[in-house]
């Protein structure tokens, strides 16, 4: 079964440092999502993707946030200069139509970011 | 802002019995509600979702529920197994390819 997967499973970074977090979505999807969950809360929208731009965008997602999809595959989100508050489970998920159009989102297994 | 809420944090339930969990929203403008389920150390996976035409959408043991007027809609799990034992949030979306806006998670104990 086709399925969004996430690479780092964990990343330990120090304060201030850049760290990139990859994703491949399901290969015949269209909408690319990003989200995260800092330790016992909710999981929280960041950033949405579509057509090769960012189509939704959350308070969160500030100038210290970036996605790309530097190829067909692959799509990834860089955290410039990171914080201790940037510390969260960051789920990278993919849907075919959209949410709102019956089409659910596919979430990977998460990117663990701890900032020391 | 708390768009969509999940009063309680948790739910204990006996094997065999029904779990029901309730979510609410404040956004009139959202129209698609999704329940996902969340082990620890995944992602969370899609359960049900019903779309604000309805009120009602069943599959297997889960259904949920929609009361557009409440702003309020409930998942019904029956009979409860101790593998539904997970994290289960709530969601929801005001049109086609924007964010799902999740509810804190309810976490569900079923005890054999």
């Known amino acids: 079964e086709p399925e969004v997967t996430q690479t780092p499973s964990h990343q330990v970074t120090q304060m201030g440092q850049e760290v990139i977090l990859r994703c491949v979505p399901i290969s015949n999807h269209l909408y690319f999502y990003w989200y995260r969950q800092i330790l016992g809360q909710k999981v929280e929208f960041l950033v949405s993707?579509?057509?090769?731009?960012?189509?939704?965008k959350s308070e969160i997602f500030d100038d210290q946030f970036s996605v790309e999809r530097p190829d067909g595959s692959n799509f990834t989100l860089k955290i410039r200069s990171t914080k201790l508050e940037d510390s969260a489970m960051y789920f990278c998920a993919s849907s075919p139509r959209g949410v709102g159009n019956t089409g659910e989102l596919f979430f990977g297994e998460g990117s663990r970011l701890t900032v020391l | 802002d708390q768009q969509v809420k999940q009063n309680s944090p948790s739910l204990s339930v006996q094997e065999g019995r029904i779990s029901i969990l309730n979510c609410d929203y404040t956004?009139?403008?959202?129209?698609?509600f999704l329940w996902y389920k969340k082990y620890p150390a995944e992602g969370p996976t899609f359960l049900i979702s019903?779309?604000?035409?309805?009120d009602k959408n069943e599959d297997g043991r889960f259904t949920v529920f929609l009361n557009k007027s409440a702003k309020h809609l409930s998942l019904h799990i029956v009979p409860s197994q101790p593998g539904d034992s997970a994290v289960y949030f709530c969601?929801?979306?005001?049109?086609?390819?924007?964010?799902?806006?999740f509810g804190k998670g309810t976490t569900l104990s079923v005890s054999s």
């Open positions: 993707f579509y057509n090769n731009e960012i189509s939704e």
């Open positions: 969601a929801a979306s005001g049109q086609a390819g924007t964010a799902l806006i």
């Open positions: 956004n009139s403008m959202f129209d698609y």
């Open positions: 019903i779309s604000s035409i309805k």
